[in-house]
């Protein structure tokens, strides 16, 4: 197990822990060794620095940056990518509960998207005895979402009475003034869903407000992807 060896570059709480996380599992951190393990998501190019044969480990990887270097992309990883939803709705939890002066208890939440956060996000306010509803625009993904007991609408025309507007779809939906000063906008999308001033986009919650539930799922999935032979 000691040839496995592993260095970071590029400044990541998150990878802090993975690091610590790796050495419990046996790997042994080498600054000039093959495997390269970079924040996720990557967005440096840090091609200056590797070897040949390095084993660049990232996330949304630009893998023409680097060559003919081996890349491991680990935001392609299907596991990863689900756990890593999971993380991001209960860090969601987080930010809705520090900035709302109500409790969740029957307090209207609007969810737009029903991709792995969307459904993460449904699951966990619904515990807390919030009045979900979910936007999407398929019949078969509104009709599985009535059956897990929410709301579903199919369309935004009408979304004043929500308290809580959460977005997850990368894509233009609510543009500003769409919504009051008085609803908490939170948008988790890659590019901005929701417009205007006061819209919390909350990119990347995972390593930011997570770093070392973050880092321990990137350790994990690089260890079982190594006893996959994947690496």
């Not at 951190?29 to 084993?55: F, G, M, N, Q, W």
């Amino acid at each position: 197990m000691g040839l496995w060896k592993f260095r970071i570059a590029g400044n990541s709480e998150a990878l802090v822990y993975a690091r610590k996380h790796l050495e419990d599992s046996g790997w042994v951190y080498d600054r000039s060794a093959r495997y390269l393990l970079l924040p996720i998501p990557t967005k440096s190019d840090h091609r200056e620095s590797l070897r040949c044969d390095t084993v660049v480990i990232g996330g949304n990887l630009d893998v023409g940056l680097y060559g003919d270097r081996r890349c491991v992309d680990l935001l392609t990883d299907p596991y990863y990518l689900a756990e890593n939803a999971r993380i991001t709705a209960y860090c969601t939890l987080k930010y809705v509960l520090e900035r709302l002066p109500v409790i969740l208890s029957g307090c209207p939440i609007l969810i737009i998207g029903w991709g792995r956060i969307g459904k993460c996000l449904g699951q966990l306010f619904h515990r807390t005895g919030a009045d979900v509803t979910i936007y999407a625009r398929k019949e078969t993904d509104q009709a599985a979402i009535l059956s897990l007991g929410y709301q579903s609408i199919g369309s935004l025309k009408d979304i004043k009475n929500y308290r809580v507007v959460i977005n997850t779809a990368p894509i233009m939906l609510l543009p500003k003034g769409t919504l009051s000063n008085e609803q908490l906008k939170i948008d988790l999308a890659s590019r901005p869903g929701i417009g205007g001033d006061d819209v919390i986009w909350a990119r990347g919650l995972p390593g930011k407000d997570a770093p070392e539930s973050s880092g321990i799922l990137i350790a994990n999935t690089i260890e079982r992807l190594r006893k996959e032979g994947l690496l």
